[in-house]
């Protein structure tokens, strides 16, 4: 009897000691878009901020033009990164430099047994797809702007950790009803991806869906091996955004929302990494958003050039 309580308290302990309640994320500034030229400078859409904070968690910048030796000092203090959504030329310096270190510097610390989970965003999902299946030329045209869908299960959904969490409620809402909102022109075909042998060995492909091309694109994935999750849809907008029309507010894709930013959260809850001196200094709460909806966010974080 006594052998058993220490037995389950030798696996019980490191499980307790492991979870950091005081998760931060870092969110990958972008240049500013056309739209926000007016503000040059660099800038994060406050609604990915506000996603990770309303799961418990919180944000902190990592400018896509910092040196190499700055961005691996966040990722040594962070306990995950988020790569958002948007516009960017990803085959431009220092923002291809950035994301290649970042991604680099994810499996290098996953590899040597530092749980360090990494999420990417429409833009981000498409960032992902070509690093994991190192092909700049990968994607392809599938006009998915302004289209909130319901997704589409593959093979792979059922063993994902990504959708393991899901009640059966959540699971047929995000299946049945048009709550993931759509607004990217292009994507990775299911086609393609299949056929990139790099690629289909790294990530599981979780679920797929049709643009209005009719041609399947993958939705959502996760890599086999490592915490890093991509999904072509916005969680963050449906809370967050009013612009664009069709974007879901109704109370079911909240649920989805928070259920996908409750389980990134979680993940960056199994890092336990911290700034030396932790105060909320250290995070976005000490930046001020801006009110930018003529640019297609509510408010973004900017910082302008010198
Ligand atoms: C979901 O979106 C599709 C594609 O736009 C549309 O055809 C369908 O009617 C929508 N379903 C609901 C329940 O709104
Ligand atoms: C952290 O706080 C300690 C004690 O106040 C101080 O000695 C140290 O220099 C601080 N470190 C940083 C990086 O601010
Ligand atoms: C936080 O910022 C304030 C104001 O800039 C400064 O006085 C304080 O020392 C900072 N704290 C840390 C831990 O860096």
């Not at 389950?8 to 490191?14: S, T």
């Not at 699971?171 to 607004?183: G, R």
Request: with cysteine; proline share 5%; hydrophobic share 35%.
């Amino acid at each position: 009897m006594q052998k058993l309580f220490y037995l389950v308290l030798l696996v019980l302990l490191p499980l307790i000691f492991c979870v950091n309640n005081r998760p931060i994320i870092g969110i990958l500034t972008e240049p500013n878009s056309h739209a926000l030229d007016p503000l040059k400078g660099q800038y994060i859409a406050a609604s990915y901020v506000k996603w990770i904070e309303s799961s418990g968690g919180r944000a902190y910048p990592i400018k896509y033009d910092s040196t190499e030796t700055e961005i691996l000092d966040i990722l040594s203090h962070v306990n995950g990164v988020l790569f958002p959504g948007g516009g960017v030329d990803l085959n431009e310096d220092p923002f291809k430099a950035t994301i290649e270190t970042i991604y680099n510097e994810v499996i290098k610390k996953n590899k040597e047994g530092t749980y360090f989970p990494l999420w990417g965003t429409c833009l981000g999902f498409e960032i992902l797809s070509i690093l994991a299946s190192e092909n700049s030329d990968l994607l392809s045209k599938v006009d998915a702007e302004n289209l909130p869908l319901p997704l589409s299960k593959t093979q792979g959904w059922g063993d994902s950790r990504l959708m393991s969490g899901l009640t059966s409620e959540l699971e047929q809402i995000l299946t049945t009803e048009n709550v993931t909102f759509n607004n990217h022109m292009y994507g990775v075909l299911t086609e393609t991806f299949i056929n990139s042998p790099k690629l289909d060995s790294f990530m599981r492909m979780i679920s797929w869906n049709k643009g209005r091309k009719g041609n399947k694109f993958v939705s959502s994935f996760e890599g086999y091996q490592y915490p890093i999750y991509g999904v072509q849809f916005h969680p963050e907008k449906n809370l967050f955004e009013w612009g664009d029309e069709d974007i879901p507010h109704d109370y079911n894709a909240i649920l989805i929302t928070q259920y996908f930013g409750n389980f990134l959260v979680n993940e960056a809850r199994k890092n336990d990494q911290h700034f030396e001196n932790e105060s909320t200094n250290n995070t976005m709460y000490k930046i001020c958003p801006t009110y930018t909806e003529e640019e297609g966010f509510e408010q973004s974080y900017i910082w302008q050039y010198d």
